[in-house]
């Protein structure tokens, strides 16, 4: 499918890297959705544990959902009991799930 869209308005400025962009967001959604159900928590659980509501959980899984926060991110990895770790280039920044140091690695 994406190979016809592609086709249709790959000439279209921005295209690329708009659907660039929609990826990113489904994987982190997704990625989120995953770690939630390994750990055997509903979305009402993870909202609890992370000191927010269902609905938000919700919205973060969701692929369409563009305001996320990295306060936002943290709570759901703490409240996962997993580290959150964001890259830059070639340099990582690792927040641990629990409230101890950061570390900075490459």
């Avoid at 509903?42 to 909202?47: E, F, G, Y």
């Amino acid at each position: 499918a994406l190979e016809i869209m592609d086709a249709l308005w790959g000439h279209e400025p921005g295209w690329k890297e708009g659907i660039e962009a929609e990826r990113r967001k489904f994987a982190l959604g997704e990625l989120i959705r995953e770690c939630r159900e390994e750990c055997g928590f509903t979305q009402i659980q993870l909202a609890r544990r992370a000191g927010t509501s269902q609905s938000a959980i919700a919205r973060i899984e969701d692929a369409d959902y563009e305001a996320l926060k990295l306060e936002t991110l943290r709570k759901v990895a703490a409240a996962l009991d997993v580290p959150l770790t964001i890259g830059l280039g070639a340099k990582a920044v690792r927040i641990p799930a629990a409230k101890s140091r950061v570390r900075v690695g490459a």
